[in-house]
């Protein structure tokens, strides 16, 4: 699928969610947020849901999660126009509650179809609720940091996924935070690896710059220190 097609067919998604109707969280939302960034990327960041701010704008990972997020893609000389970034529930749970089985399987067609157009190499889950979607059964402070091949009834045909802490829960302890940093500068050979393996299975390559080079782990002595949660916050600060 060319660039224009990918783009087009996101954009047709995207009106899609935003006019739907078919759970009751249509009800609460300001904004429903389909999700956002490179058509042609490899790489694609599924979370969990909207917060407020992103509820208002519209947007994903707009808020101190997203901020986060973009410094953990600074980490591997990554921007977030790199990559693109969607969640598993499209519009905001109220109150920032944990989004609801039922939610997620209402959800659930729209991010097949963005992962059927995109094709990824590489699904990155931030917290327990996406990396549920792709590795069921397992929990999030063994799974961290590890991949596995994705089946391909998600939507991705022939991914790896990778699992990590969501940013808003890193954000409340410092730990996580250390280890999400550990964790994001696996990416690039996560997704060296990907390449390969898709190539090895006759998958032509497809037109792409190559990663930044993995960076040797950094003290992270500037990070700042995470302040109490509050409602304001982005996306569902109970994923742990």
């Known amino acids: ?3 224009t097609e990918r783009r087009a067919a996101l954009d047709i998604i995207a009106t899609e969610v935003r ?3 078919r759970c009751p969280l249509h009800e609460t939302r300001t904004n429903a947020v389909p999700g956002e960034g490179d058509p042609d990327t490899e790489v694609v960041f ?9 509820d208002r704008d ?11 997020l973009v410094r953990l893609l600074g980490h591997i000389d990554w921007v977030r126009d790199d990559v693109f970034i969607t969640n598993v529930v499209k519009c905001r749970p109220p109150g920032n ?7 997620i399987a ?10 059927e157009v995109l094709d990824p190499a590489v699904i990155v889950t931030l917290g327990r609720f996406s990396m549920a979607t792709f590795m069921p059964g397992v929990r999030i ?3 961290h940091g590890t991949r596995q091949i994705v089946d391909p009834a998600t939507g991705a045909r022939d991914a790896t996924v990778f699992a990590m802490f969501h940013p808003a829960y890193a954000l409340r302890d410092p730990s996580v935070e250390r280890l999400s940093f550990d964790d994001v500068a ?4 996560v997704l060296l690896e990907a390449r390969t393996r898709r190539e090895a299975a006759g998958r032509s390559p497809r037109a792409h710059a190559e990663p930044a080079a993995v960076p040797t782990p950094a003290a992270l002595t500037n990070h700042a220190t995470p302040r109490p949660a509050t409602e304001a916050d982005d996306d569902q600060l109970t994923i742990f």
Request: proline share 12%.
């Open 97 to 103: 509650r944990d989004p609801e089985p039922a939610e």
């Open 58 to 68: 519209g947007r994903p990972f707009v808020g101190r999660a997203g901020g986060l």
């Open 19 to 21: 006019a739907c109707t």
């Open 106 to 115: 209402a959800c659930a067609p729209f991010l097949h179809r963005q992962l």
């Open 186 to 189: 696996t990416i690039p050979s």
């Open 141 to 143: 402070t063994q799974a």
């Open 1 to 3: 699928m060319r660039s």
């Open 46 to 54: 599924v979370g969990e849901g909207p917060g407020v701010n992103e």
